[in-house]
Nanobody, 116 residues
Framework: QVQLVESGGGLVQPGGSLRLSCTAS????????MAWYRQAPGNQRELVAH????????YASDSVKGRFTISRDNAKNTMNLQMNSLKPEDTAVYYC?????????WGQGTQVTVSS
């Protein structure tokens, strides 16, 4: 079994920054693909960015490119999302996703609210 726990969400003013973290625990030798998703009220869950076990990254939309940075530390089984220049439209619940032994796991989500 694998558990994913997100942290780092909160309330921030437009233009501010937050750093989300996802920590994986459980019985596994390694973690494959990891990703951040987000879901705003009334919207479907959408991919924000993903990172391979080798560190290759992909950002799903132009709206986050240049503002968000995804990273991971394989030794610590953690993944981060550095979010800068936050906008009100970034408000959502952010979820950590990871594949372990080709099976997907999800965290419980962390709320990010961008508002003045």
């Amino acid at each position: 079994q694998v558990q994913l726990v997100e942290s780092g969400g909160g309330l921030v003013q437009p233009g501010g920054s937050l750093r989300l973290s996802c920590t994986a625990s459980g019985s596994f030798a390694s973690i494959g693909y990891m990703a951040w998703y987000r879901q705003a009220p009334g919207n479907q869950r959408e991919l924000v960015a993903h990172i391979t076990s080798e560190g290759g990254t992909y950002y799903a939309s132009d709206s986050v490119k240049g503002r968000f940075t995804i990273s991971r530390d394989n030794a610590k089984n953690t993944m981060n999302l550095q979010m800068n220049s936050l906008k009100p439209e970034d408000t959502a619940v952010y979820y950590c996703n990871a594949f372990v032994h080709r099976k997907p796991y999800w965290g419980q989500g962390t709320q990010v609210t961008v508002s003045s």
